[in-house]
């Protein structure tokens, strides 16, 4: 049976006009109306054409694994305690013994998607599609099935690459510009849902630089139909390019509800062409720890916009060798702006092992610009801050809602804050305090106040003085917990 679609039109609008309009007023309706309807796009009478056109470069992927029967010590099921069939398995397995023998492997398989990127057999999935598979099929529109390899995975971004080796050059599609998607555009995804073989949804660019839980994240959201199955597939514009790579969907039931995501063709493009080249990802390195500007952390170092990415920590890496140091808010990094520090992140994993990049970073009041020569991050996942020397000052303060005082190595024994801890321990904080609202604790280290290191209450208090002077609401204090460095930005008192 054929469905068709019913327009409903949506009653007129009542809207009660004077009764004398000049002409000139109503010819600039009629213009601004025509104009509107001009520059809105209608749905497209069909989808068929672009999915005929698309099809032969979709495919279907199929993978099996080989997995350990999990059960009990001798090789048994396992039922859940309280089960109805308790009892029986119970008897069963009395009734037939022990069951000495070793529980056998079996064979677990999976469904997902994928598309040709080139004539010669390259295929792009998700990782989590193919991930620990021993055999991978890929099934053609036209039926024909071949065995893939797997050239290269990416984790990160959730992306892998296969090869086939076929007899004729395949069809396959090219990548779109996802910048150049906007929300509400027309968008198609295809796939293999639920199993059930090829298929075709439609729908709209719902949203664009959607994160959900890694660093490179760059989804587009969308509301055509995705559901499992169709992981790995691609999401095409009305051109049939590639944009996205259908990879996750928000779903209380497991089935879609109009939101799924698809990983932008912006970041897909770069990790495919690495795990072509190099079979796996090389990305840029800096070498810092970051976190974002708020409101308060602008105001208490003079930063008239927040924005930006504040560095809390330079190890040893090539933002050390540049002289990127602690308290830099980075600004723009290879002429381009820098909001935050998911941007940054971006910007710097996308960059060329090697490069050298000019950065520009906002010290003391005005800006400075840096060159600095990326490493890889592969290489450098992990890399160890450098450690710095203690300084004993057996004093306590109240400073700022806290209770502080300089670090001793019998203080940094007790408190487990290890040998290399240096600045000033917090040992109390008052509940009713800013500082227990944004977070501090006893054993919070404070290393700077004001962007200049402290070593004693004296620096501290010295700090607070400077930034009263200079009119600041705000100072900022560098905190370390359990050697992890963070920002915080705490008011002055009157």
């Given amino acids: 049976m054929t469905s068709h679609a019913i327009s409903i039109p949506l009653p007129a609008e009542r809207v009660a006009l004077p009764r004398f309009v000049p002409a000139a007023l109503l010819g600039l309706a009629i213009v601004v109306a025509q104009t509107l309807g001009a520059n809105a796009r209608g749905a497209p009478e069909s989808f068929a054409e672009l999915a005929e056109t698309v099809s032969p470069a979709v495919v279907n992927i199929t993978t099996a694994t080989t997995v350990a029967t999990v059960g009990d010590p001798h090789g048994g099921p396992i039922v859940p305690e309280g089960s109805p069939f308790e009892d029986f398995f119970r008897d069963f397995m009395e009734r037939n013994g022990p069951g000495d023998a070793p529980s056998r492997p079996r064979r677990s398989s999976a469904l997902g998607s994928g598309f040709v990127i080139s004539e010669d057999g390259y295929i792009v999935t998700n990782n989590h599609v193919i991930e620990k598979a021993d055999e991978i099929t890929i099934e053609f529109y036209s039926g024909e099935e071949l065995d893939a390899e797997v050239v290269g995975t990416d984790p990160n971004t959730d992306l892998a690459l296969l090869k086939v080796e076929a007899e004729q050059p395949l069809a396959f599609v090219p990548w779109g510009n996802s910048d150049e998607a906007r929300v509400g555009d027309w968008v198609m995804a295809m796939g293999n849902p639920l199993g059930q073989g090829f298929s075709v949804s439609a729908g709209i660019v719902s949203a664009r630089g959607r994160a959900l ?175 710095a020397q203690k300084t004993e000052e057996p004093q306590d303060a109240e400073v700022l809602g806290m209770t502080v005082t300089a670090v001793t190595e019998e203080l940094a024994a007790e408190m487990n804050l290890g040998s290399d801890a240096q600045g000033l321990v917090v040992k109390e904080v008052a509940e009713d305090s800013e500082a227990f609202e944004k977070g501090l604790r006893a054993g919070d280290v404070i290393t700077q106040a004001g962007q200049v290191e402290v070593a004693s209450i004296e620096d501290l208090e010295a700090r607070l003085e400077e930034a009263t002077e200079a009119g600041r609401k705000s100072i900022l204090l560098l905190i370390r917990r359990a050697g992890e460095p963070r920002f915080v930005a705490l008011t002055i008192a009157d």
Wanted: charge should be negative; hydrophobic fraction near 40%; avoid cysteine.
């Fill in 213 to 387: 839980s890694g660093s490179y994240d760059d989804f587009i959201q969308t509301d055509a139909a995705i559901n499992r199955g169709n992981s790995g597939g691609p999401l095409f514009n009305m051109d049939g390019e590639v944009i996205g790579i259908n990879t996750a969907i928000l779903s209380p039931n497991g089935g879609s509800i109009g939101i799924g995501f698809a990983m932008s063709s912006r970041v897909a493009v770069n990790v495919i062409d690495q795990l072509q080249e190099y079979g796996e990802t090389r990305r840029g390195w800096l070498g810092v720890r970051i976190q974002d500007v708020t409101d308060d952390v602008a105001d208490a170092i003079g930063l008239e916009e927040a924005r930006g990415a504040l560095v809390t920590d330079v190890p040893e890496g090539p933002a050390e060798e540049a002289g990127v140091l602690s308290g830099d808010v980075i600004l723009s990094f290879d002429g381009i702006d820098v909001d935050d520090t998911r941007g940054l992140v971006q910007q710097v994993g996308n960059s060329e092992v090697g490069k050298s990049v000019r950065m520009t970073v906002f010290r003391d009041g005005k800006t400075e610009t840096l060159l600095v020569t990326l490493g890889r991050r592969e290489v450098a996942e992990g890399a160890v801050p450098a450690t």
